[in-house]
């Protein structure tokens, strides 16, 4: 596609419940990151991956999170046992290797009731 | 580590007035520094960029300056619009940092007519 897109932009759960945030990048693009975006709080890194390999997943906050790429392309974050403080925007963005030019899809609002 | 701090917001000017956006990073050697912006209802994209001292980086009447001495990239246009309303993010690249970028919390700035 023309840009990153990500799925869903909305998601509403309940305390204890998985969920899974997708990430498309824009094609070419070998590099992908998850950022999280708290109220008031700057963007938080997750997770960086160099085609399918993670080299530094040292933003992960727990072992309930994790994060996959296959094929190179599309990225599932995994969130196990949500609890009220993973409450967030997800962003995902891709670039070509070591430009700095990320490019950002709009986010996935999740909301832990 | 890595970080960026900049000036709290949010901030509201009239239209054409000069708008000064403060960030100040710390790093080790010389990082890369950036600027990326947010308008309503998309994704972040990068604004603009400088990889060495004294660079300036500029795009759509912004400008920042590279500054070693005082570590320091403030963002500057000096006569802003209504459509320069958005949340400006300042990043970091790090020299060992790969492709990560270390972000600010973001300034919320308003425009009014």
């Known amino acids: 596609g023309a840009g990153v897109s990500q799925s869903p932009s909305n998601k509403v759960t309940e305390k204890g419940k998985d969920v899974e945030l997708r990430c498309d990048p824009i094609?070419?693009?070998?590099?992908l990151y998850w950022y999280r975006q708290s109220l008031g709080q700057g963007l938080e890194f997750l997770i960086y991956?160099?085609?399918?390999?993670?080299?530094?997943k040292s933003g992960l906050p727990s072992d309930r999170f994790s994060a996959e790429r296959t094929g190179g392309s599309v990225s599932t974050l995994t969130i196990q046992r949500t609890q009220q403080e993973d409450s967030a925007v997800y962003l995902c963005?891709?670039?070509?290797?070591?430009?700095?030019?990320?490019?950002f899809g709009e986010g996935s609002r999740l909301t832990v009731l | 580590g890595n970080s960026v701090t900049q000036m709290e917001g949010p901030v509201t000017l009239s239209e054409e007035a000069f708008l000064t956006i403060n960030c100040t990073y710390t790093?080790?050697?010389?990082?890369?520094l950036f600027w990326y912006v947010q308008y309503p209802g998309e994704g972040l994209q990068l604004l603009l960029k400088?990889?060495?001292?004294?660079d300036k980086g500029s795009n759509k009447g912004f400008e920042a300056t590279y500054r070693k001495e005082t570590t320091s990239f403030h963002l500057e246009k000096g006569s802003v619009q209504v459509s320069d309303s958005a949340v400006y993010f300042c990043?970091?690249?790090?020299?060992?940092?790969?492709?990560?970028?270390?972000f600010g919390e973001g300034t919320q700035l308003t425009v009014n007519p």
């Open positions: 400088a990889t060495k001292a004294d």
């Open positions: 990043a970091l690249r790090g020299e060992t940092s790969g492709s990560r970028l270390t």
């Open positions: 790093a080790t050697g010389y990082p890369s």
């Open positions: 991956f160099q085609g399918n390999s993670a080299p530094d």
């Open positions: 094609s070419g693009h070998t590099a």
């Open positions: 963005a891709s670039s070509r290797p070591n430009t700095g030019e990320l490019f």
